[in-house]
Structure formats: C-alpha cells, structure tokens
C-alpha cells in the first residue's frame, strides 16, 4: 500500500514547518492552478504569520530556505505575499509513480479507515414498474456500492422492496373481484395454494392504478382493502401466499432493469422481512414510554425544542392496526444492527423523502439500540427532467417506466454507432454489445456527473454524444488507449521502467496520482460526480499527452517503452474509475 502523493508531499513540507517551529499541519499541499508556476502549492506561511503576528513573506522565506535543503524538489519559488510553489524531482515522481503502479488501488485504501456499510437503494414496489424516480436511485447508489467496496469497505446492499402497505391490501382487494374463485380469498382454507403465480406482472401493473382509483371514489373498497392489509400482516394463510406470488413476480421483473443498469445486491430484502420484528418492537416501545396513542393511533414524537420547521410524529400504527412506511423502517433499522452490527447506513433515495428519513433516524436514536457512533444518513437526490424543466413524463401525462428510458438511450446509441460507421467495422452482435453499453454509459455518466442534489434534464442526444463530458467519450478515450496498445503488442513492443523526459508525462502522472483523493471526498460527500470530474481530467491529460508525445512512433526505445507503460497503467485507471461509475468499457469501437 502506498501513500497519496498529496499526504507524501504534505508531510514533506510539514517537517520543513516544524523545523521552523511551525505546526505541521500548516505544510498541507494543494495541486497547482497554475502549472506554470509549479506543480504544487502550499499557502500554509500565510496562517503561520497570523497566528505568529509576523510577515508571511519573510515565514515563507524561512521555509523555503529550509526546504530547499531537500534534493525531492526540483524547483521552488515565493509567490505574491508569501505562497511557496513546488516542482517536484523527476526521480521521486518516479518512485511515487512505481509504488502507486503496483497498487491495485491505487494508494486509494491507505486513507480511508474502512468499516461496514449498508447502502439501501433502488427501492422497487411490488406490482409497480420501475419508474424513472428509481433510476438514480439504482445508480448512484450502485456507485457508491462500487466505491466503498474499492476502497475495502465490508458492503452490504439492500434492495429494500416496497412490499408490505396499504398497496397490499388494494391488490388483494382488486384481484378478488376480478378473480373472485381463486382459493386465496377463503379465510378457512389453510392452503397448501397453487405454486403458479394467479397473476402475471404485467396484469399485476394494470391492477394496481385501477385499486388505487377505485379506492379513491369507493370508501367502502378502500376499508377492505385496509383490513385486508391488516389480515395479510397478522398472518392470513391465503393473502400471505397470494402476496409471495405478486412479491416474486414484481422481484423477477426488476432483476431485469437491475441486470441492465448492472446493479448488485447482497440482500433482497423488503418492508415484509421485519414483520416479526413488529410486535415486540411495539410491545417494548410502549413500555418503555417511547410511544404513545394519538387520535387512536400510536405514535413516537420526535419533535425537538430548536426545530425550525414543524417535525410531525412518526406513526407507528394506524387505528386499523395496520404499520406503516415508517414503521417498517424502524425495524429494519433494528434488523440491520442485529445482523450486521453496521457502523453506517445510507439510504439512496428521492430528495422528497427527506422528512420521512429525519422522523425515522430521530425515532431510531431515540428507541433503538444502535451505536451512538452509528452513523444514519438520507442520500437525496434531485428529479430527472423533461426539456421544459419538470420532472418526466411521457406525452401523455404517465409516469416514465425505466426500462423505457434505457431502451431509449440504447436505441439512441445504436444512431450514433451507425453514424460513426462502426457497422463496417463490427458484426450485428459486437455493434450490438456496443451500443449497450455506450447507451448505458450515457445515462450513467450524465446522471452521475451533476452535483447529486440537483435536477437535471434528460436529453439523450446530448448524452450520447462522442465529445466533451459525456459517458461515452470517457470510454471511447479509453477504447483507443486499448487499441494502441494491442497495436503495439502486435509490433512486439513492450512496456519498460518509467523515465520522464516531457512535461505532458509529468502532468498525466500528476492527475493519474490523484485518485485517492478523488475516491476518498466522493465516498465521504457521497458524491460520484467527483469521481465523473477525475475521469475526465484524466481523458484530458492523456489527450495532451498523446497530442504531445509520440508513443508507437517514437525511435528511442526506451522512452517508447516508458509511455507504453503510462498509456497502460493510465488505461487501468480510466477503466477502474469508470467501473466505480458502473460503466463497462468495450474491447473496441
Ligand atoms: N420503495 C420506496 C419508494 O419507491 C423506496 C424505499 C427506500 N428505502 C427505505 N428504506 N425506505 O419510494
């Protein structure tokens, strides 16, 4: 494992202020804006002086002095009131170059303290397709499951299902009256039932918004529905193996879009799992005074005295008995400390839940026992949008199923891999892989490169394109370093120790040396667009690079055989980060 260059040359620098009676801490190093100054830069003799009442120039002065004492810098110089720039020996770039090399991770792992995690995302329905809400939802949070597992987290996803609410109790409701003779609906018959699914996925999907319309203009189905929710909670034999059929058709259908969005869970858990977990969790909530009844139901208040905005109680349970949303949460969170003991649970989902995930996690501090350590948080994010700025719909109003938007994009990437001429290139099947997963990259990256929390507008035609600050871009800088390099393994060159003779090189090495800290601020900001952003410096500084320096058709051996080396360990890089994003890269294009 090796250290971050940025740690290296902090603490570099940091003895330099101790030398000079300085904290340390104040030696921290930044890249260079301006790299014609330097490579980097270090600001801290201007808070040395404040704190010391002194001149910064003549503390920068002191420092320098002392630095220059050190054979790693190349170069050194003051700036402006008291700014130290650094360029760094081309020999400890080198070393710095050869541990990183070696290091599957990058030196990523060495600042990061790992611990387990449990990310709960995607969050599908039973009966309901999923919709375009779910599709950051799968990909941020399957980002963020990528990047803590690279970082050597001990990961556990939870799909979460949707599957234990009023919803339930409609669909029941509404299968009846269209299939009134099935056996489920008997309340004596203790089963065994058929091991045949009644309904298929797609009825289950015209089922539900006709229950839910039909309980909204008839009062006496929506009581029915409650109580059948009710039943199905306290056991009922024939609603329980009606809903495990509706649960695993609904679970197999969003296998798919998972599949296609290449997300992976550890657990398929849903609301229903902690069904037994319910009652004692009740029983104890009330005796140990956390509860309390309101207006018949039984609620835990959270409201704290400086809130600013109003913080409603979470309910626990309706008169009619039946839980709730939050309910089940709770006990997840119960659930999840029991079996996991976790020192972090993130919840990927809708920006509109916020309030929803505050009640919960105040309730969970308060009346669970969990780790006051533990660390519960809500990872919001903002709505996809139509081009005229709201959130999207399909022409007719509805709600925009995922699968759809994906087989969009694709369709979409297909257009542009004909309009590039790939089909005299590839056979129908390989142009098909591509256009897969240029596709999917395009959704991906464009989702995953806006700041999280905000909105942005779904326009497939900007994604897709094969230029600037899109997913397929990245991958298509990546398919031609593929290329050259099997080019150059055909012509038998080879791959040899790392010698630096041109500033592009230094300049690619330095952003390829920065993926700690790129890894590291977007698992603590939770935050993939700063992954998207390091991707993209690094396509830009290969790009210079490449437009600089000649690699196959360069006649010194010797450097050829460095920048083969540079081309490859940057071609792993680019490969590594665009996989944390969940985007494959093709062998061709
Ligand atoms: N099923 C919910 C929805 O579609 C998302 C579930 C999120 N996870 C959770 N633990 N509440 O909105």
Redesign the pocket.
Known sequence: MTQSLLNKLSSLVGEAFAKCDLDPALGRVVVSQRRELGQFQCNGALAAAKAAKKNPREIAETILSELKTNDNFAELSLAGPGFINIRLSDTYLKAHFDAFAADPHFGAREGHSSETVIL??????VA?AMHV??LR?TIIGESLRRLRDFLGDTVVS?V???DWGLPMGLLIKEIELAKPDLPYFDNQNEGPFPAESPVTVDELQELYPSASARSKEDPEFLEAARSATFELQSGRAGYRALWQHMLDVSVAETKIDFDLLGAHFTEWNG?ADTNDLIPPMLERLEKEGYSELSDGATVVRVAEEDDKKEMPPLILQKSDGAVM?GT??LA?IEMRQRDHQPDSIL????AR?SL??EQ?FRAARKCVSIPEKAHLEHIGFGTVNGKDGKPLKTRDGGVVRLRSLIEDAITEARKVVLEAGMDEKFGVDELEDIATKVGIAAIKFADLSNQRMSNYVFDLERFTKFEGKTGPYQMYAAVRIKSMLRKAREQGLEEGPLTLSADAERNLLLALSQLPEATLAAAEKNAPHILCDHVYTLTQEFNSFYHDCHVLGEKDEAIRASRLTLCAVTLRQIETALNLLGIDVPERM
Request: net charge negative.
């Open positions: 709960d995302f995607g969050g599908p329905n309901k809400g779910h939802a939870d979460h299902f949707g609301e949303y089940t949460d997840t919840y990927v989902v809708d839940q929803h995930f919960v």
